[in-house]
């Protein structure tokens, strides 16, 4: 891949324009309809949609949460290990007052609900029966009577 097929790809990344980005990387191009074409070939050139999508792929990652991070934290919460900033607006008398921000655990409303999101995701409060087996399967022929 070039220099400038790079560059239109992390232009291209930012806000998926490929006008624009054809535009950044290649600045002689002036017209708007000569680098939507060659930005629309652009993207199909496998180097640089793979070079995209792999892109993509680290940056989705990256900033989402994967099921493991996600249990981590209900269970912290539960437990009541986590802390969270709050804003607090105290009387300092005379009529004025002052904010600070203070830490707080979480309370028995938030840890109540992050053990009902945990109790949800392991099945623990289904009323559903599970039936394990095989059934026995018996066919009475009674067209002859």
Known sequence: MTEKQR???DEYLIDCNATR??????????????????GSRMLRNVKVAAYIDEKLAEISSSKTADAQEVMEYLTSVMRGESEAEIVVVEG???GWSEARNIKKAP?????LKAAELLGKRFGLFTDKVNLEGTPKV???DDLDA
């Open 7 to 9: 560059k239109f790809a």
């Open 21 to 38: 980005a054809y535009k950044a990387a290649y600045p002689n191009v002036k017209k708007d309809s000569t680098a939507a074409q060659a």
């Open 92 to 94: 300092m008398g005379e």
């Open 107 to 111: 309370d028995e409303r938030e840890r």
């Open 138 to 140: 018996v066919i009475v």
